[in-house]
């Protein structure tokens, strides 16, 4: 079998996932997972497949580019080589949450001190409208904490960094997270 990521990025528009997924299933290839977002008015969407062997990448490519074209879609693919499982840490999901007024530089600030401390973003989003009315610009970062790393120390370093940049912030493990925001 071969492994491959396909990236598929354009302006949004519905039946996007229906046609890549289409093309997908017509050379024989089987999703083994998808992720998809859509920021601003952008699509972004990342398929892994695997294909029998006689679909070899470049090939591959020309495919599923001629398969989105019409759509005014960009498809990149790539193979998936493969590799030794990553060493997995044992850590606690947390959420950080911060509020502020817009300016550059924001999300590098703060991953790098969530960087500093071998800590893994698995999830980002962040929502800048500009302007100083904090409610308009929200980044909600979804961390993998090591558990050897000390949490107080995590804390006030993310503190300090939120305060210098003018952020409010909240960080919370992620079940009480989700439990607090469920709906």
Do not use: C, W
């Given at each position: 079998?071969?492994?491959?990521?396909?990236?598929?990025?354009?302006?949004?528009?519905?039946g996007i996932i229906a046609r890549v997924t289409a093309a997908i299933s017509e050379k024989d290839g089987n999703i083994e997972n998808v992720s998809q977002?859509?920021?601003?008015?952008?699509f972004s969407g990342l398929f892994?497949?695997?294909?029998p062997s006689n679909n070899q990448t470049e090939s591959l490519q020309a495919y599923f580019q001629d398969q989105v074209a019409d759509?005014?879609?960009?498809?990149?693919?790539?193979?998936?080589?493969?590799?030794k499982p990553v060493a997995t840490?044992?850590?606690?999901?947390?959420?950080?949450?911060?509020?502020?007024?817009?300016r550059k530089?924001?999300?590098?600030?703060?991953?790098?001190?969530?960087?500093?401390?071998?800590?893994?973003v698995t999830n980002l989003q962040a929502v800048f409208k500009g302007g100083d009315d904090p409610s308009q610009?929200?980044?909600?970062?979804?961390v993998d904490v090591p558990l050897d790393t000390s949490k107080q120390v995590l804390d006030v370093a993310l503190r300090e960094k939120a305060e210098e940049l003018g952020l409010d912030i909240s960080i919370q493990h992620r079940h009480i997270f989700e439990a607090i925001n469920r709906i």
């Open positions: 079998m071969n492994k491959v990521v396909i990236s598929v990025l354009g302006h949004d528009r519905p977002t859509i920021v601003q008015s952008e892994i497949a695997s294909f759509m005014g879609l960009k498809a990149y693919v790539e193979s998936l080589k493969a590799s840490v044992s850590s606690q999901p947390f959420v950080i949450t911060t509020q502020g007024p817009d530089g924001l999300v590098a600030a703060m991953t790098a001190v969530i960087a500093s401390f071998n800590v893994n610009n929200i980044m909600i970062y979804e």
